[in-house]
């Protein structure tokens, strides 16, 4: 018989009662929270709600007509439109904190070659949505409010309620940042063998189609922002796969690896 360990040896001892379990996730929920609360209380002492929401505006102001603003069309809106731009940058800053009791939470339970798997996934993951978030709005609200606001007939000017404005970047930052996301879908498909890497190769042609149809559905119908949507898309898909082959070769199992060696 071998000596090797298997999976069942690498985790035996480990098991807890489900209470324990419970008590240990309300334990990082709260630790979580506590960082959102912090980040939260010093954005609200420095630099406020009111410079956060104006700097959050500030594409969308810079291709206003001269003189106009954005307007208010609720009587609680100049109060909770900030509020809410303040609790989701407060999770923004305090999102390696949040990752890292989730990942303090779920790592007992892994066996070593899956923790080399999470870990890198997880700070990829983050990075790659906060990069899609700034992409959109440091490139594309440039390129779409320019396009609004120049396809604008001159008799009317421009308004925009807050509420709308936020709900508008909302949506846009959750589908660029869902977006910038490709690579890791793609890994953990080709690492869970629901996919091989050959399949994802041939099913480029089809991804790139597929990623102008989201480009034209998500973003408003100028050709700039559906272009700074679908062509990185395409270009991550490319990432992922490659990606793809190197995990799957440095997180195999210890007895996939040893099926492998020749006898």
């Known amino acids: 018989m071998s000596d090797t360990p298997t999976k069942e040896d690498e985790l035996a001892g480990t098991e807890q009662p489900f209470v324990q379990h419970l ?5 990082r929920l709260v630790k979580a929270l506590i960082a959102i609360g ?10 406020g709600p009111g410079a956060l929401y104006d700097l959050l ?7 206003l007509p001269k003189g106009a603003t954005l307007i208010a069309t609720s009587v609680i809106s100049p109060f909770m439109v900030p509020l809410k731009i303040l609790l989701m940058s407060a999770f923004l800053l305090a999102l390696p904190v949040v990752l890292w009791q989730v990942w303090a939470f779920v790592a007992p339970g892994l066996y070593s070659h899956e923790k080399k798997l999470v870990l890198p996934l997880v700070v990829s993951s983050t990075l790659l949505f906060l990069v899609g978030v700034a992409f959109c709005y440091f490139f594309v609200f440039g390129q779409v409010f320019a396009f609004i606001q120049g396809f604008a007939p001159k008799s009317i000017t421009a308004a925009p309620d807050i509420e709308a404005y936020l709900s508008f970047v909302l949506t846009m930052f959750l589908a660029f940042g869902l977006s910038f996301e490709v690579p890791i879908v793609v890994i953990v498909l080709a690492r869970m063998g629901l996919v091989s890497v050959e399949k994802l190769k041939g099913f480029r042609g089809y991804f790139i189609v597929l990623a102008f149809i989201i480009a034209a559905v998500v973003t408003p119908p100028d050709v700039v922002s559906q272009l700074a949507l679908a ?33």
Not at 23 to 27: K, T, V
Request: proline share 9%; with cysteine.
């Open 23 to 27: 008590m240990e996730l309300r334990d």
């Open 38 to 47: 912090i980040a939260a209380g010093i954005l609200f002492l420095y630099p």
């Open 57 to 63: 505006a500030a594409p969308l102001v810079a291709h």
């Open 231 to 263: 062509v990185p898309m395409c270009l991550l898909y490319e990432l992922g796969i490659w990606a793809a082959q190197l995990f799957i070769r440095h997180t195999k199992a210890p007895e996939d690896e040893q099926a492998q060696e020749p006898t």
